[in-house]
Structures are given as structure tokens and as C-alpha cells.
């Protein structure tokens, strides 16, 4: 499903799982004794099997946005729950996040950025946080699933890819004029609707609801995490007009306030639901029972 609703679509997957396994090829021995052999097919490394307490068949989810050790312990609590599905990474998921980066050069190369300007200004940014992550307590929930004996998994950019392409469908079908009717549509989506109720709804960050949209792109929903302050100058030059992101910093919002943005924060954990419950649909056509946790707010779309 996540390669199905991939920017780089399935060719663009196969190139980037080619490039990886030439580059195994060519390793030494020593090398490749180190390198991740799941890069090999797994497009995305920030989405992993972490622990298999016991290899059975699947009924009855936990599923949550961040998984620590105290929903370990509340699953614990709750009886039957056969796998815990987190949607941030953790373990080496979170210590891959980098990885899963380069799909942010694609997506910006759809809407018109320049594909060498994309991979020079996302080469930086994904080294950073590469170093970034590099000094997690990694293993603090993994540990606790051995401890606690519970099966563990997490589905990061797969559901974010969801996520962003049930929203530029959503968009394309709709075309909003303005930013305030951008804003009028996301509120629609009822991910969105619940996270209002507490006062997270989509907002506009950059920009005015008056403004008209431009060009749409949705170049912050999936690729691991924020990208480089420095391509908004760039999108803005390739014709972007807004973009719709889950969250931004300061850093961010000057620089796309300084190239003339517009940015509609739809909001972090309603559009990593959005993403989530997409998949999650899957699982409950096939009748596995799911209990939400953690953030995950949790629409069914099985009708
Ligand atoms: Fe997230």
C-alpha cells in the first residue's frame, strides 16, 4: 500500500531498491557483513518488525502514534491484544529515519523543483538528521517488548505516503481558490474534525486566508521529517504557491514566510491518524479487532 501511494511510484521504487543492492554489490565483505540487508527490499527503513514475541495469528491490535513502554504495559492491561503497531519509528526504524529521506527530492521534483536542486539541498538535511537520531535511546521500547514478551512492529512512511495522497486527491478533486477554503476542506476530513475539538485543527501558519492557494504540494506529509529551510526559496521559484505540512518550525516558517508561502498546518498526530486509519482499514476488512492508543485517532473507513 505504501509503494502503491508512493510520489516515485512503483518504477521510482524499483530504481531506488536497485541503487541500493549495486551499491551492496560492490562492498567488500566486511561490508557487507555491516549492511542492513533489509535496504535490500524494504523501501522504507523507518518501518520495521522489531520483535516477534510470539509468531501467531493476528486478532487484536494496540495501535498508537509513539509506542513507549508504558503502552507496552497498557496493552498488558487489555485482553488479547496480539501486536502492538506503532507509527513512529523507533529501535533501528528511528535510527534509519534518514533513509527514507530521499523520496522528499522526488516529491519535490513533481512539483517543479529542479531534481539537482532538491538532492543538493536535501543532502545536507538528511545528514543532519542522520546525526540527529544517531544519539536516541533506540532500543528503550524494543527492550521493554522482549521484557514484556509482546510482538512489536511500526508502519512510519508507508502511511504517511497514505496520508498524502489521500489528500491530494482530495485536493485535485476540489481545487480550492483560497487558503481559507483549503482550510474549510482539511476540517471536512474527520481526523481533523476530532483534533479541532481540541483546538489542533488545520491552521495557517504562513500567509493569510485571503491569499489565493497557487499550486498545492504536499511536500511535508511523507519523507521521514521536515526538510531543508532552504527549499522554500526554491519551491516558490518552481511555482508553489502553499504548502500543507504536519508541523513546522520556526526556522522553517521565516524562511517561508521570506520566500512569500503560503503554509496550512493540517496538524501532526490527526494527519499521521489520517495515514494510520488508512491502513488500519486493511486490517479490519480482514477482522482484526483494533484498539487505538496513543494519539491515533482513530476513523473507520470500512463500510
Ligand atoms: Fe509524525
Not at 41 to 59: F, G, V
Not at 182 to 197: S, V
Not at 278 to 300: N, T
Amino acid at each position: 500500500m505504501g509503494i502503491k501511494a508512493d510520489f516515485r511510484e512503483e518504477e521510482g521504487i524499483r530504481k531506488f531498491l536497485e541503487n541500493k543492492k549495486k551499491k551492496y554489490e560492490k562492498m567488500n565483505e566486511k561490508e557487507k557483513k555491516e549492511f542492513d540487508k533489509d535496504a535490500l527490499e524494504n523501501p522504507y527503513l523507518d518501518s520495521r518488525i522489531y520483535y516477534i514475541a510470539e509468531d501467531k495469528e493476528i486478532k487484536k491490535v494496540l495501535v498508537g502514534i509513539d509506542i513507549e513502554p508504558a503502552e507496552l504495559l497498557l496493552s498488558k492491561e487489555i485482553n488479547g491484544i496480539d501486536l502492538i503497531i506503532a507509527h513512529h519509528p523507533i529501535g533501528k526504524g528511528l535510527a534509519h529515519l534518514a533513509d527514507v529521506m530521499d523520496l522528499q527530492c522526488d516529491v519535490l521534483n513533481y512539483y517543479g523543483v529542479p531534481i539537482n536542486i532538491a538532492e543538493g539541498l536535501m543532502k545536507e538535511r538528511i545528514s543532519e538528521v542522520a546525526r540527529g537520531v544517531n544519539s536516541a535511546n533506540h532500543q528503550r521500547t524494543v527492550d521493554a517488548a522482549k521484557l514484556l514478551k509482546v510482538n512489536l512492529i511500526n508502519s512510519h512512511t508507508p502511511c504517511d505516503n497514505l496520508a498524502a495522497k489521500y489528500l491530494k486527491d482530495l485536493i485535485e478533486e476540489r481545487k480550492p481558490e483560497r487558503v481559507g477554503e483549503l482550510i474549510d476542506l482539511l476540517k471536512e476530513i474527520p481526523e481533523y474534525k476530532e483534533a479541532m475539538k481540541i483546538g489542533v485543527g488545520p491552521k495557517v501558519f504562513v500567509g493569510d486566508k485571503e491569499n489565493r492557494c497557487g499550486k498545492i504540494a504536499l511536500t511535508e506529509i511523507t519523507g521521514g521529517t521536515a526538510g531543508s529551510p532552504k527549499l522554500y526559496e526554491k519551491m516558490a521559484q518552481a511555482g508553489i504557491g502553499t504548502v500543507i505540512g504536519m508541523h513546522i518550525s520556526e526556522e522553517h516558517k521565516k524562511e517561508a514566510e521570506m520566500a512569500n508561502l503560503n503554509v496550512v498546518i493540517a496538524g501532526h498526530m490527526s494527519s499521521d491518524s489520517l495515514g494510520v486509519n488508512l491502513f488500519l482499514d486493511e486490517l479490519e476488512k480482514q477482522g482484526i479487532e483494533i484498539i487505538s492508543c496513543s494519539g491515533l485517532i482513530r476513523v473507520s473507513r470500512v463500510k
